[in-house]
Each structure stands twice: as structure tokens, then as C-alpha cells.
């Protein structure tokens, strides 16, 4: 459907948007929970882990790893962990993902390397968790494995981070505009069955907002 002269005036406001608000604003905290499992090209024991993440920040990076592995730099989950299972935690590697007897405590960061001690695997963790934690602190940072999938369920609600970078910025809205004007689905921002300029206010409104 075609939009006279519209795109004009949503120019203006998108530049408005730029003087009136900071260029970039984090989105709000999680929780959103990542399956980490081998590397696609090591793939050997074939068990995975649960990664439930809070921090924007570490939230796009995880999803960059997804997208990019390793070319995303830092590939590996540094995070302390505690006996006993919290639901959470499973092991995504086999049907039926059953739960794990130890689970994350707390993540810690995300590395390019970690100490030949905190290598190992989940099956490995499992078959004696109170060694494990004994001999490592109760941290993990396993060589091969990295963030390869995030579960459904769990995405912060965010509207506004039209794109799913992780912050709110000026992108977001080009990205909706383009969205808008190339009638892409996304665009029915707030999913009346029809994209409308009603779309667009509902878009500004959140982005205003932010999360």
C-alpha cells in the first residue's frame, strides 16, 4: 500500500528522536537462557548446558555467538556452579533434555581462553560434581563448548529493540521504518493484522519508553 509523502515525515521525527533522546539505551535485564554445547565443528560427547543471562551486554553477545561463532570472539562461558538441579539446567545434547544434578550458580564472563582446570564437559561434571567443584573452585570454562541457541520463552520484553541488538538506538527505528515501507509482517508492531501508521506511533511510543 502505498504511503504518501509519510516517509517524509517520519524522517524528520527519527531525527528528532536522535536530538531529543541518548543515541543508545540498554534494554532491559533478562533473564534470557541459551543452550551452550559443543562447538558445531567438535561436536564429540554431544551433551549441552542451560545459560541463563541477565546483563543486556552479555545477551547480545550471546547472540552474536550464535550468529557468528567464533568470529564473535571471546566463544567461551566462564561461570561458577553448585550442586543440585533448579529446573533450569539440562542437558539439551539428548531427547527429552533431562535435568542436570548441579547447576549455575553464577555466570562469570565470557573469554577467548580459560585454565586447562576449568576444561572438561557437562556428562563430565555430573559424574562427580563435589569432585569437580573441589578441584576447580566450582567454576567451569570448557574448551569446546560455547553458546550455539537460545531457548524460546525467555526474551525480555523489549519492543523496541526492533532489531534484537541488545540496546535501543536510532537503529531500531530505521530498521522499523524499513520494515514499514517494504511491508515486512514485523512492521505490525502492534499485530492489528494490518500495518498501518498506527504501527509507527505504537513503534515510537516504545522506543520513547524504552524497556
Not at 1 to 22: D, E, F, H, T
Not at 187 to 203: H, K, M
Request: hydrophobic letters at 45%; aromatic letters at 12%; charged letters at 20%.
Amino acid at each position: 500500500m502505498y504511503r504518501p509523502k509519510l516517509s517524509i515525515v517520519i524522517g524528520l521525527l527519527a531525527c528528532g528522536l536522535g536530538l531529543l533522546l541518548p543515541s543508545e539505551r540498554a534494554c532491559a535485564d533478562g533473564p534470557v537462557r541459551f543452550v551452550v554445547s559443543e562447538f558445531p565443528d567438535r561436536v564429540f560427547r554431544h551433551d549441552a548446558y542451560t545459560l541463563e543471562l541477565t546483563r543486556a551486554a552479555d545477551i547480545a553477545h550471546a547472540r552474536d555467538l550464535i550468529a557468528r561463532g567464533v568470529d564473535a570472539g571471546q566463544p567461551l562461558v566462564v561461570a561458577r556452579i553448585v550442586p543440585g538441579g533448579d529446573g533450569i539446567n539440562r542437558n539439551h545434547g539428548v531427547a527429552g533434555a533431562p535435568l542436570w544434578s548441579w547447576h549455575i550458580d553464577r555466570f562469570d564472563s565470557f573469554a577467548d581462553v580459560t585454565i586447562e582446570i576449568l576444561d572438561g564437559w557437562p556428562t563430565y561434571v555430573e559424574s562427580d560434581i563435589p569432585g569437580w567443584i573441589d578441584n576447580t573452585g566450582g567454576y567451569i570454562g570448557f574448551w569446546s563448548y560455547t553458546v550455539t541457541a537460545e531457548l524460546p520463552g525467555m526474551t525480555p520484553s523489549c519492543p523496541a529493540d526492533f532489531n534484537r541488538s541488545g540496546t535501543v538506538t536510532m537503529q531500531d527505528v530505521f530498521d522499523f521504518l524499513a520494515a514499514y515501507f517494504g511491508n515486512d509482517p514485523r512492521a505490525d508492531f502492534n499485530t492489528s493484522g494490518a500495518i498501518t501508521v498506527q504501527d509507527i506511533f505504537d513503534f515510537i511510543d516504545a522506543w520513547f519508553a524504552g524497556c
